[in-house]
């Protein structure tokens, strides 16, 4: 007669089982063999490809079919993908590291002379100044350093900010309010990997080999990223919303182009305001 197996009580639920897998979460029986270093390694490696193969696949769909994360999450079809908001952490750690664009930090001369609250910044410069006893090259430099890291923790401000336009301009076009909140995760994804991450490496690069080839002076200054940076996000929007709300082509254009504005005025103005504020506080 065959041994019965033996009764068993997981250790993360309580529940009474048999068998080397509980039956209620599916916590697996440790034995001595699962304790050996080679499996220790296996495990480390399977999850080091699984995470590659999933970022990769993940970020391809994004920049493939925008708005088909969101619709594959949304109706539960999850698990070849990253979470979004798992892979949005991801970026956002990466992108600390290193140094925003100027065009998402503008220098403080860009506040006092370039914007609609420009009069308001040139004020509070002045007053700060006078308080500090500070001269405007010294206020400058104290600004140009802190405000990269005030820049970086700001753009968490776009997921909200973008998910509140949405749920007004698509009011009704999804069951789940949250829906809307998914497809701003996706385009602020788009945004950070495609114009935060991947553009600034592909101008590095360029910078090397234009300077290797002794060609000097050349600058993707604003007049170039600008509108780079624009036709990139309108064929996004164009293509997500038109994916995701599947309304007429015509509603969708029109609704990306109103979109596209309302996140102009936010990127230049109220961001930039509050960027400027929250960095002069801190000098």
């Known amino acids: 007669m065959k041994n019965q197996p033996e009764d068993r009580t997981c250790l993360s639920c309580q529940n ?3 068998g080397s897998y509980c039956n209620h979460c599916g916590e697996k029986v440790i034995g001595p063999e699962d304790r050996k270093l080679k499996v220790l390694l296996g495990e480390f490696v399977s999850a080091l490809f699984n995470l ?3 970022f990769i696949k993940t970020i391809g ?3 493939r079919k925008p708005g088909q994360l969101s619709e594959n999450y949304a109706v539960g079809k999850r698990k070849a993908f990253f979470k979004p908001s798992s892979l949005y952490l991801l970026l956002t750690v990466v992108y600390f590291v290193f140094t ?3 065009i998402f930090v503008p220098k ?9 609250y420009a009069t308001y910044a040139q004020e509070q410069v002045t007053v700060l100044m006078a308080d500090k006893f500070l001269s405007r090259e010294a206020f400058e430099n104290r600004y140009s350093a802190l405000a990269p890291g005030v820049a970086k923790w700001l753009i968490l401000f776009y997921i909200p900010t973008l998910g509140a336009i949405l749920m007004l301009l698509f009011y ?3 069951t789940y309010l949250a829906d809307h909140f998914l497809l701003s995760i996706e385009i602020n994804i788009y945004n950070m990997f495609v114009h935060f991450l991947l553009l600034p490496a592909l101008l590095v690069s360029l910078y090397f080999f234009l300077n290797l080839m002794g060609i000097k002076g050349f600058n993707a200054g604003d007049s170039i990223l600008v509108p780079l940076i624009g036709l990139s996000l309108m064929r996004f929007f164009i293509l997500s919303f038109r994916r995701f709300y599947r309304q007429k082509w015509w509603i969708t254009v029109a ?4 979109f596209t504005f309302a996140l102009g005025s936010f990127a230049f103005s109220f961001y930039r305001l509050l960027l400027f504020w929250i960095t002069i506080r801190l000098i």
């Open 61 to 63: 769909l994004i920049i």
């Open 16 to 18: 009474a089982f048999s």
């Open 100 to 102: 925003p664009f100027e």
């Open 52 to 54: 590659d193969n999933k």
């Open 108 to 116: 403080l001369s860009v506040h006092t002379e370039s914007t609609v």
């Open 255 to 258: 609704k990306s182009i109103v």
């Open 172 to 174: 009704g076009q999804r």
